[in-house]
């Protein structure tokens, strides 16, 4: 399949994102445009499903370090921040089968044969959505539909700076679980740009996979 990346910089603010996300998928719904994979490092924020359960936000959500903003998408609580590679795929998923769980395992997927590139031995965990490093958490994962439109995406911790943000809030809601970002695993810096250029080669070939098989 043909899949556009588009690397948005950093500092990008999280409204600012979404926006642009709204707008690929209504130009995809429309015709006039076809998948895309948006890339960025958002400004500090916390990010929510729409749940009645809030409790993984802590105790005093009102007085997070960062602005909680409540989306579209499944999952609890996560942070997004500088040196965290954000992925946001918009993808027809039509022509994928319409199956939300073969395409989160296509994100796994592709998030772990990039780790690879760096020496980082990353996998999936039976029953929980995301990528690990043994029992630490590198990569998460939360996605949204609109007409079988693609939103939200994954979050990939690149550098440690990535990590201060989790240590306010119950990361998507895994009580004890413990984060870790690529560069403590690999134990050398790591561009997050270059992360994701290398990240969307694998994505456009775990989704022609997927849509092979489907």
Partial sequence: MQLTHRWLGQGV??????????????????????????????????????????????????MLPHPTVEIN????????????????????L????????????AIEEALIKTCAVYDVIASRREGLTGVWVD???????????RKWISMHGFAINISKESLTGFLSITPCGIDGVAMTSLESECG????????????????ASSLKNLQISS
């Fill in 73 to 92: 998408r499944g999952g609890q609580a996560t942070y997004h921040g500088p040196g965290q590679l954000v992925g946001y795929p918009i993808l027809d």
């Fill in 13 to 62: 603010d999280f409204q600012k994102g979404l926006e642009i996300q709204q707008q690929v998928v209504q130009a995809i719904l429309d015709g006039k445009s076809k998948d895309q994979l948006l890339s960025l490092e958002h400004t500090p924020v916390y990010t929510i499903g729409r749940t009645r359960d809030q409790s993984s936000l802590g105790p005093q959500a009102m």
């Fill in 188 to 203: 050398h810096s790591v561009q997050v740009k270059e992360f994701a250029d290398l990240c969307a080669e694998h994505l």
């Fill in 135 to 145: 029992n630490r958490k590198l990569a998460s994962i939360g996605v949204g539909v």
């Fill in 94 to 105: 039509k022509p994928l089968g319409k199956d939300l769980h073969a395409y989160i395992r």
